[in-house]
């Protein structure tokens, strides 16, 4: 599986910048739905009639390369993570299980309608360690549709419960949609990942911004007010946060000698005033990013 393309179209005529990263990504779901099968399906193309149940859980490693808009490439080195689907063993694994996860793929067994409303368990478990990542919903073992047993209201009842979810008919037994589930899954949380980076770094360059316009006014400062006023483009509430952030990582004082006090922007009145310290100023006239990087561990 190692080198694994998903390519959404590249020309070759055009510098390409690789983007490394890391993915956790976790499949839930009751017993006998089919989690393991399915990723034996996906990363080994195979098959086992014999039903073997996970034990606690697993983790399976792969490396693959994402193609991404434009020309970029990601190589993504991922650990699919497969828990047993006994609730008890949930509780008792769900810290170290979700945390960090950056993906999930959910699966139900289309003969056990159970299986499909016991997912909102799961995801519900997931998102207080996890918080909101990209899901995605398998309904296996779709080469018994004979006896399919889900039908329009349970559909009813999921788009209600999982509006953006993409749902995804599969079977391990014969690898029908599989490929589509793993892929689209991997794409949205490659997505979801970027997307985080990016506006980490719009946070750092607005995190300067002011700053620099706080910095440059001397010992007069600026007041939450004057703020607003200079950056009428953004929510009151994001300057307040980088207000704070700013704080913590000593650039800016609400004192003009530097005194370290540390007050909320949200709590404090319009009137109240920043100064630039002493170290505020030299990043102001030569910043560097890692100065003013907000890093979030997950």
Not at 218 to 229: I, M, P, R, V, W
Request: charged fraction near 25%.
């Amino acid at each position: 599986m190692e080198g694994q393309g998903l390519s959404r179209g590249r020309s070759l005529l055009t510098a390409v910048r690789i983007r490394k990263m890391q993915l956790k990504i976790v499949l839930v779901g009751e017993r006998r739905v089919g989690k393991t099968s399915l990723l034996e399906r996906y990363l080994k193309n195979h098959f086992a009639e014999a039903y073997t149940g996970t034990l606690g859980g697993r983790v399976y490693p792969t490396d693959l390369e994402i193609g991404l808009d434009g020309e970029d490439i990601a190589l993504a080195h991922i650990a699919f993570f497969d828990l047993m689907g006994e609730h008890s063993v949930r509780q008792v694994f769900a810290e170290p299980f979700f945390f960090g996860t950056q993906g999930v793929l959910a699966v139900c067994d289309v003969e056990r309608p159970d299986t499909l409303h016991l997912i909102k368990d799961w995801m519900e478990v997931m998102t207080k360690i996890a918080g909101p990542v990209p899901v995605g919903i398998a309904f296996n073992k779709i080469d018994r549709a004979d006896s399919m047993a889900i039908g329009p209201e349970e559909t009813a009842w999921l788009r209600k419960e999982f509006p953006t979810a993409p749902m995804f008919m599969t079977s391990a037994r014969t690898g029908q949609g599989v490929e589509d589930a793993f892929s689209t899954i991997v794409s949205l949380s490659v997505d979801a990942v970027l997307a985080k980076g990016r506006a980490s770094r719009s946070g750092r360059l607005f995190r300067q911004r002011i700053l620099l316009f706080i910095a440059v006014r001397g010992n007069l400062g600026s007041s939450k007010a004057e703020l607003f006023s200079e950056f009428k483009a953004v929510l009151p509430a994001q300057i307040m946060e980088e207000l704070d952030n700013l704080v913590r990582l000593e650039a800016l004082a609400l004192d003009p000698s530097g005194t370290k006090t540390f007050i909320k922007a949200a709590e404090a009145p319009g009137t109240t005033r920043y100064w630039a310290t002493d170290r505020g100023k030299r990043i102001s006239e030569s910043p560097k990013g890692d100065e003013l990087m907000i890093e979030e561990i997950v």
